[in-house]
């Protein structure tokens, strides 16, 4: 069973799950605060790229599965042109309701 996307608690996370979900750039980058950066399986990765790569280029999405943390952490079955779906891990880190980091991986 699946968090519909309104429903998460955090808003940061919520505006950026619903951008992503969306395939908007524009309110994508909005979520985010102009420093922000990630990580994808336990490495740091120029944000710009990854998210044009995994996301943006390759029809990304993310089917939440639950959320912990406040609505910090996620479990979602993410799926992309690239490689399909995946049971996947989503950690944020949240300051003036922007997300300011987000770490990814498999879960």
Known sequence: MSIQTDKLSD??????VT???A??????????TPD?????????????EWVD???FDSNGHMEIEKES????ALVANYRNDTWG???TRWSFE????????FETGQA
Do not use: Q, Y
Request: glycine residues 10%; without cysteine; charged residues 35%.
């Open 11 to 16: 808003p940061a996370v919520r505006a950026f």
């Open 69 to 72: 943390a406040g609505g910090r």
């Open 94 to 101: 949240v300051a003036d309701g922007k997300v300011t980091r």
């Open 23 to 32: 395939h908007d750039r524009t309110a994508f980058d909005a979520a985010l």
């Open 36 to 48: 922000a950066t990630m990580s994808d399986d336990g490495s740091d990765r120029d944000l710009g």
């Open 19 to 21: 951008a992503l979900n």
């Open 85 to 87: 779906e995946m049971r």
């Open 53 to 55: 790569r995994e996301i």
